[in-house]
């Protein structure tokens, strides 16, 4: 994608036009920056207390996945596990453009750091990590998780 | 209501699948079917579809559990439902009961190697699905910069 960047120090009335040929999820990004709607994941670290523990930006594209247990929701990065504050389904919503799709009633995962998917001898599907982790796609979530990735490879 | 209606559904395509089977094996084998054999293929149709529709209630437990346990269930009541029947058209002899087990398990292992073999085909179409996404991203993202 060709960036132009004008700089006019007398400039006042700042604006940015998108010119795109299709609704494509970095377009969708763009747009989200720009109004400020980019989706913002408010994490601290799980192994400290919630009032002691230093409260970080998330990147979406730096989670693995999203572990939804006993009422708190989990985020898994690189470089470490971090509690967040919103909901499951509110992650769902804000983070589909960003490669996040729900696989089980708990768990949201991030298919850009899908390393394999491959099923086991007894029948179950797990989706590996580049972090070694695997997470279950459920039966139930089978044929959502496939129209995910048929949409998504349609608006790439 | 909608789940007695799809059942319905399902009962009846899987009783005209079996059906129509079981009429080439009686044409090519030289066999006849009887009233009592038309019935008990029907509720054993309906026993199966039942069976398999409870699929839901083992979501938590891998397909290889649930369809050892479907299979274990479903010829027990199988057989129960025999039992009752031999009650109007006199015993069952043993190689009746064989026979009986035989027909029962080799469609249902062959369907389930089926699944089987469909589970890791999904899985790969979808691995490949995936690595094209990404793929795509990189291409993209490195485009951008």
Redesign the interface.
């Known amino acids: 994608?060709k960036?132009n960047l004008y700089e006019d120090k007398k400039n006042i009335n700042e604006h940015v036009d998108v010119y795109y040929a299709n609704m494509r999820p970095?377009i969708r990004q763009i747009i989200d920056s720009v109004n400020k709607d980019r989706p913002v994941l408010q994490g601290r670290p799980a192994d400290e207390d919630l009032d002691d523990g230093e409260e970080l930006i998330l990147d979406p594209s730096e989670i693995y996945y999203l572990d939804h247990i006993e009422r708190k929701l989990f985020a898994y990065t690189k470089d470490g596990v971090f509690r967040v504050m919103n909901t499951l389904a509110s992650c769902e919503e804000m983070l589909w453009t960003y490669?996040f799709v729900r696989v089980s009633k708990s768990n949201l995962i991030n298919?850009?750091k899908?390393r394999?998917?491959?099923?086991?001898?007894?029948?179950?599907?797990y989706a590996s990590f580049d972090n070694g982790e695997r997470i279950c796609v459920?039966?139930?979530y089978?044929k959502s998780?496939?129209d995910y990735?048929?949409k998504?490879?349609g608006i790439? | 209501m909608q789940r007695v209606k799809q059942f319905i559904i399902e009962l009846c395509c899987v009783y005209t699948l079996i059906s129509v089977v079981g009429a080439f094996v009686n044409i090519i084998t030289g066999t006849e079917t009887n009233n009592a054999n038309v019935i008990t293929m029907f509720l054993s149709c309906a026993i199966a579809t039942f069976v398999l529709y409870m699929h839901r209630l083992f979501d938590n437990v891998s397909p290889l559990v649930m369809i050892i346990v479907q299979y274990l269930a479903a010829c027990f009541l199988c057989a129960l439902m025999i039992l009752g029947l031999s009650y109007f058209y006199g015993p069952v002899t043993p190689w009746g009961w064989f026979e009986y087990f035989r027909s029962f398990t080799i469609p249902y292992i062959i369907l389930a190697a089926l699944y089987y073999y469909r589970v890791f085909s999904e899985a790969k179409k979808q691995n490949a699905l995936i690595q094209e996404i990404q793929q795509k991203s990189r291409e993209k993202n490195s485009g951008e910069v």
């Not at chain 1, 394999?116 to 599907?125: I, S």
């Open positions: 994608m960036l970095v490669g298919i850009y899908i394999q998917l491959k099923p086991d001898l007894n029948m179950k599907v459920n039966r139930s089978k998780f496939n990735l048929q998504m490879r790439m």
